[in-house]
């Protein structure tokens, strides 16, 4: 038996299968919140932007651009630890199961499903965004489940030319070589230039059920729609319908509600308003975005999203007694 993830410690969450997890968030009512954290340069010298949102409230964290190539720096992940034999700090990349030392939540892992880069729509059109080491490929997903990883997010990132029959087939495939042994995150709140965003409403809500059916058949746990008010368009209605939906099709689904395009980085005022309109939805994880400064959202906004979720005594309970 297990306890809410919102109210769950650091011992308590390493001991969660898959199954487990996904039973924790669902007796969360509604309040967890998921961060995402972009694998470059860190907001603040001296730790990880993971370790960051996890200290301003984060109940789950993911991180965007991380290579499953062991062989590549990743400079999000350079920590320093203490030498007992030297008594000095040496310097050292962790790679996900390492962080685990450090981050008391759930970590996962972003993987694309892209047809590849373009860069008329991309926030990076110098850089090649579709890359092998991140791919959703077998390779790399069974190199997720060696590094522990407790779940896995499969969509695409803006640029990369990323459709719904993309989304679709890698998340088949994932479930084929992941079973029950991670989360399956899946579906499309980004990258909206190429192929509209579920709920977008240039796209008959018919088309949006259809893909988030696709979806749940080809094995997603969780389902991602947007977030109502960062993105044009979309309302906390057709959101709560596409949530109603994923619901009632395959009881136990879960939906994800993500806060996106930069709004991440916004004033706290914004960043509430977004969170409530979320919960408005029926959402049961809200996440909040990369694309602030430096990697991750403001972490006053992770914070201000908590407190709006959960209010003080929860988020505080994260906060002090988490790595119980």
């Given at each position: ?191 909206g230039v190429f192929e509209k965003v579920l ?46 939906f994923t619901h009632t099709y395959k009881p ?73």
């Amino acid at each position: 038996m297990v306890r809410r993830l919102i109210s769950s410690s650091r011992s308590e969450i390493r001991k969660m299968s898959a199954n487990d997890l996904k039973t924790s968030i669902l007796a969360s009512e509604g309040r967890t919140v998921l961060c995402q954290n972009f694998i470059g340069h860190t907001l603040c010298e001296g730790t990880t932007n993971a370790e960051v949102s996890q200290a301003f409230g984060a109940d789950m964290i993911f991180f965007n651009g991380y290579s499953m190539d062991t062989s590549v720096i990743q400079e999000g992940l350079i920590v320093e630890e203490w030498n007992e034999a030297t008594e000095t700090f040496d310097t050292k990349q962790y790679r996900l199961k390492e962080m685990k030392k450090l981050i008391n939540v759930p970590l996962g892992v972003y993987l694309e499903c892209g047809a590849g880069d373009d860069a008329t729509t991309s926030t990076a059109p110098e850089k090649q965004l579709i890359k092998n080491d991140r791919i959703a490929s077998k390779e790399n997903l069974e190199k997720a489940i060696q590094e522990e990883c407790d779940f896995v997010v499969l969509a695409g990132n803006p640029g990369t030319r990323t459709s719904y029959q993309t989304i679709v087939e890698a998340t088949r495939q994932a479930k084929a070589v992941v079973g029950d042994k991670m989360l399956l995150f899946a579906g499309k709140w980004e990258d909206g230039v190429f192929e509209k965003v579920l709920g977008d409403p240039q796209v008959p809500m018919s088309t949006h059920k259809q893909f988030v059916q696709e979806l749940i058949d080809a094995g997603a746990d969780v389902i991602c729609l947007p977030m109502p008010g960062c993105r044009p368009g979309i309302t906390v209605e057709d959101i709560r319908e596409l949530t109603t939906f994923t619901h009632t099709y395959k009881p136990g689904t879960l939906v994800m509600s993500f806060l996106d395009c930069s709004v991440e980085g916004a004033d706290d005022d914004s960043i509430r308003q977004c969170t409530l309109w979320s919960k408005m939805t029926g959402a049961d994880i809200h996440a909040i975005g990369d694309a602030g400064l430096s990697g991750m959202s403001s972490p006053e906004g992770i914070y201000t999203m908590s407190i709006a979720l959960k209010g003080r005594r929860l988020t505080f309970r994260r906060l002090g007694a988490g790595g119980r």
